[in-house]
């Protein structure tokens, strides 16, 4: 089934610690996106990619890293820059040609 | 800077009754809306859009309406079903930022038999 997988769905991590949340599509999409969601708060952009090998801050893009090294995959690095790392992390993809887009099952990330 | 607002944070209706979903922005500049609906520990699942250059748009139970000069859109849905009850989000597009969507808070909707 064509769809966005997100891996880990949970992960703890200690402080001062780099940690990669996974995101693969298979909707053949050109366009993914990165969003963070905290209680009580909308779904903020981190960063997003439209085309391989590119992509552009988002409004939350500090202590974040990301790549683009293929159409399919768009792995997102939380640093130990991130002062506020414990999160829901949405995974998202659209193709060009729609507006809409498709959101991952997300990643819940705890520092401990 | 919140350029796409949901001032409800919950909205409690009985089941059969119309729900109304209300959402704002500021930024004139937007040119395609969307609203998701976010259940727990999951992704958002688009629900309907409209484009700005449209008031109405229906699919079945769900309707979005869009006032351009009240910067102002409501999701309408009729008859509420306890299965609506869930987070919705509002979302907006820039039309010279990609495709990247700015979402408001949400507003969680519970739908009571």
């Known amino acids: 089934d064509g769809g966005i997988t997100q891996s880990p769905k949970y992960l703890f991590r200690k402080e001062g610690q780099n940690v990669t949340l996974s995101c693969e599509q298979n909707?053949?999409?050109?366009?993914m996106y990165w969003y963070r969601q905290d209680p009580g708060q909308g779904l903020r952009l981190i960063y997003y990619?439209?085309?391989?090998?590119?992509?552009q801050k988002g409004d939350i893009a500090e202590g974040y890293s990301v790549s683009r090294e293929k159409k399919e995959s768009f792995p997102l690095t939380v640093t130990s820059a991130q002062k506020n790392p414990t999160a829901f992390y949405l995974c998202?993809?659209?193709?060009?040609?729609?507006?809409?887009?498709?959101f991952g099952e997300g990643s819940r990330l705890t520092v401990l | 800077d919140q350029q796409v607002k949901q001032n409800s944070p919950s909205l409690s209706v009985q089941e059969g009754r119309i729900s109304i979903l209300n959402c704002d922005y500021t930024?004139?500049?937007?040119?395609?809306f969307l609203w998701y609906k976010k259940y727990p520990a999951e992704g958002p699942t688009f629900l309907i859009s409209?484009?700005?250059?449209?008031d109405k748009n229906e699919d079945g139970r769900f309707t979005v309406f869009l006032n351009k000069s009240a910067k102002h859109l409501s999701l309408h849905i009729v008859p509420s079903q306890p299965g609506d009850s869930a987070v919705y989000f509002c979302?907006?597009?820039?039309?010279?930022?990609?495709?990247?969507?700015?979402f408001g808070k949400g507003t969680s909707l519970l739908v009571t038999p």
């Open positions: 998202a993809s659209s193709g060009l040609a729609g507006w809409e887009l498709f």
């Open positions: 979302a907006a597009r820039l039309s010279n930022s990609g495709y990247a969507l700015n």
């Open positions: 409209i484009s700005s250059i449209k």
């Open positions: 909707l053949n999409h050109d366009a």
């Open positions: 990619s439209q085309i391989v090998n590119d992509f």
């Open positions: 930024n004139s500049m937007f040119d395609y």
